[in-house]
Nanobody, 125 residues
Framework: QLQLVESGGGLVQPGGSLRLSCAASGVTLDYYAMGWFRQAPGKEREGVSCISSSDGATYYADSVKGRFTISRDNAKNTVYLQIHSLKPEDTAVYYC??????????????????WGQGTQVTVSS
């Protein structure tokens, strides 16, 4: 059974940076597409980024393009989300998720079968 654990969240000032990690156990991530999602208080969950396993294709929400970078290290069984130029509106719980098909359906969560518990990111001065 694939288990995902996020880490790296915290309180950061606007303009700051964070690197979120999603460590997997139980199964190798080599063949999974991996996504990052976030949910702010009172808002619906939204897709932030996704990376396919087959060709490494990446997808980003318009609101994070140029500021967020998704990457994966299959040797470490870990996926990362590097975040720069944080804004207060980035405040949310960030979740990673895995799609066994190996490719992203854009930023859809429909096929994401495995989810982590989330890590809180708070952007505030």
């Amino acid at each position: 059974q694939l288990q995902l654990v996020e880490s790296g969240g915290g309180l950061v000032q606007p303009g700051g940076s964070l690197r979120l990690s999603c460590a997997a156990s139980g199964v190798t991530l080599d063949y999974y597409a991996m996504g990052w999602f976030r949910q702010a208080p009172g808002k619906e969950r939204e897709g932030v980024s996704c990376i396919s396993s087959s060709d490494g294709a990446t997808y980003y929400a318009d609101s994070v393009k140029g500021r967020f970078t998704i990457s994966r290290d299959n040797a470490k069984n870990t996926v990362y989300l590097q975040i720069h130029s944080l804004k207060p509106e980035d405040t949310a719980v960030y979740y990673c998720a895995a799609d066994h098909r190996g490719f992203c359906s854009g930023l859809s969560s429909w096929y994401m079968m495995y989810w982590g518990q989330g890590t809180q990111v708070t952007v505030s001065s």
